[in-house]
Nanobody
Framework: VELAESGGGSVQAGGSLRLSCTSS????????MGWFRQAPGKERELVAS?????????????RYGRSVKGRFTVSQDKAKTTLVLQMNSLKPEDTAMYYC???????????????WGTGTQITVSS
């Protein structure tokens, strides 16, 4: 499975950016797709994820990190191979490398995710 990210760049605080991630395939191993981010000196954290497993509960199918809830929106195409992250009301603390990831199960902990993109930098200036 290969993941290719696009979008990103630099924006002023309060602005918006859109990230897109395309997976080379959809299988049970990529039932879960998500975005993580890692700022310098910090641990990688979940930004948002979508769980396509038929057994997933509706209330838990889409997850957001606490710091982005209400500002970021994650969506997926019907083929379940493209994941989009719409980021609004960006803050300087959103500055980080953003990574697309895929896995069979949605975990909060990035160490359990199997497939990763190379990352794209987001810089938000004040």
């Amino acid at each position: 499975v290969e993941l290719a990210e696009s979008g990103g760049g630099s924006v002023q605080a309060g602005g918006s950016l859109r990230l897109s991630c395309t997976s080379s395939e959809y299988t049970a191993n990529t039932d879960c797709m998500g975005w993580f981010r890692q700022a310098p000196g910090k641990e990688r954290e979940l930004v948002a994820s979508i769980d396509n497993d038929v057994g997933a509960h509706d209330y838990d199918r889409i997850r957001y990190g606490r710091s982005v809830k209400g500002r970021f929106t994650v969506s997926q195409d019907k083929a379940k191979t493209t994941l989009v992250l719409q980021m609004n009301s960006l803050k300087p603390e959103d500055t980080a490398m953003y990574y697309c990831a895929a896995n069979s199960i949605c975990y909060w902990d990035p160490k359990y995710w199997e497939y990763w993109g190379t990352g794209t930098q987001i810089t938000v200036s004040s």
